[in-house]
């Protein structure tokens, strides 16, 4: 009798160690748990009248020219909606984070493709050490060239890539704004790979563009644009809450 007994305490004392070591663990987790970022969202705006965008001749690749007969395509060093919406223009943030925030890598894996004979996307925004997958859709041969800054961490590299070819994995190794990307075989298509730290957001065609996951705190953005050049403005983030950043670029 004495003998179950001191079982039952055993096993009631064993059950009450685990319910313990369960709520310590779960507050532990909690506090360690770091707080969600705000947003920032803003549109970027082309002032006065875009440039003309010169018309592609892609009548030395017939399978291109094809695909582009009924919309024939142009060239995207400013493409500007009809409400004066800029495309195509990164925003980061270039002062004022620091820690895990600035170190963190992007767990996604962008897709750089050639198809119809251009970079879809015509900019990519990466993170330092971020890998991505370069892509042929289209029925012929590419060679992707990138080209960063000569002497630099980045280095340029070119291969070729024929159609049905598996995807080409890379990385780049430090902030770099911006490497140009271009074709040897097709002179007419380029891109660029916009590489930063921390977050980042890319204008889509409306203009409008989105950083997640900001930390709260004072920054400098900054927007870059191909054509136009780059502009800074101040902003604080607040925890919890959304911020908002415009900017306006003025045509050429």
Known sequence: MKKQ????????FSAALTLIFVFVMSQREVKAAPASGAGITGTIKLEGTAPHQRPIDMSKEPACAAVHKANPVTTEKVVAGSGGGLKNVVVYISEGLSGSAENEVASSKPIWDQKGCQYIPHVMGLNPNQHFEVTNSDPTSHNIHP?????????????SQPSGAPPIDNTW???????HVKCNIHPWMSGYMVVVKGPYGVSD??????????????????????????????ITVAAGKPATADFTFKAK
């Open 5 to 12: 007994a001191w079982y039952q305490g055993l096993a009631i």
């Open 173 to 179: 190794q430090a902030p770099e704004v911006a490497i």
């Open 147 to 159: 080209m960063p800054k000569p002497g630099g961490p980045n280095h340029e590299w070119n291969k």
């Open 205 to 234: 065609d409306s203009g409008s563009f989105k950083i997640e996951n900001v930390p709260p705190g004072s920054y400098t953005l900054t927007a870059w644009q191909e054509t136009l050049g780059t502009q800074t403005q101040k």
